[in-house]
């Protein structure tokens, strides 16, 4: 299965390694027409396109990324697509961003088809980015509630990491703000910063291990839910 490697210099490579762990996962879910909510730059267009028979990007214009989408409208608002029209629908690190998120929660299931799945990720001990767009955080249970209010019945949870890797993520967030200004004390930083990016990262999903409840402090979740027929 092709979906790119991630990058063992970046201070936040354990993301993206996790990333691709769920939706390889979650791969045998993926099917017919999708639904990438929220595309952004279609990074994961060419995995998906593996399973699906068609991918459909669907973003606002004021986007902080490269405008890629099909199809251009407000996450906030109704979408401009048909009821049953969508076999598999995807959303990555979109939901935070979203002043009215039930509203999304609510077209996934509309645009679904019956026994289609919805699959998203979202942050949960997560700096705040892309500000000032960056309104919410979410607990296992808001995340089922909001899902039962938009009508989805199988839900499944899964913690993205565990409290070792929420901390070595938040302190390497941390510690990237200072070593990209242009002066000798980063310089100087970077020398031993950069080689804690590696080891901590490395080491955080080892030391999960002990961690024998993941959800409570997880980096964030990854979650499948199934429309089911009514």
């Not at 267009?45 to 902080?64: H, M, S």
Request: charge should be positive; charged fraction near 20%.
């Amino acid at each position: 299965m092709k979906i790119e490697h991630p990058n063992c210099k970046q201070h936040n490579w354990l993301v993206y390694k996790y990333n691709k762990e769920y939706l390889i996962k979650f791969s045998p879910y993926i099917k017919g027409h999708v639904y990438d909510l929220g595309c952004g730059e279609r990074p994961y267009e060419k995995f998906i396109l593996q399973f699906a028979e068609n991918y459909t990007g669907v973003d606002w214009g004021n986007t902080f990324h490269q405008l890629t989408a099909d199809i251009f409208s407000d996450l906030n608002k109704p979408l401009p697509i048909e009821n049953n029209s969508a076999d598999t629908v995807i959303t990555i690190s979109v939901l935070e961003h979203l002043f009215e998120p039930q509203i999304m929660i609510n077209e996934s299931y509309r645009i679904l088809k019956n026994d289609g799945y919805l699959i998203f990720q979202v942050p949960f001990q997560w700096w705040i980015h892309e500000a000032p767009y960056d309104f919410f955080r979410f607990t296992p249970f808001a995340l089922e509630k909001m899902l039962h209010l938009a009508g989805y019945k199988d839900i499944n949870i899964f913690p993205n990491g565990g409290y070792f890797s929420a901390k070595a993520l938040k302190a390497n967030y941390f510690w990237n703000r200072f070593i990209n200004k242009k002066n000798p004390v980063s310089l100087f930083l970077k020398l031993f910063i950069f080689p804690m990016f590696y080891i901590n990262q490395w080491l955080a999903p080892l030391l999960d291990k002990l961690d024998k409840n993941k959800l409570l402090e997880a980096p964030g979740y990854w979650v499948i839910a199934k429309k089911i027929n009514q």
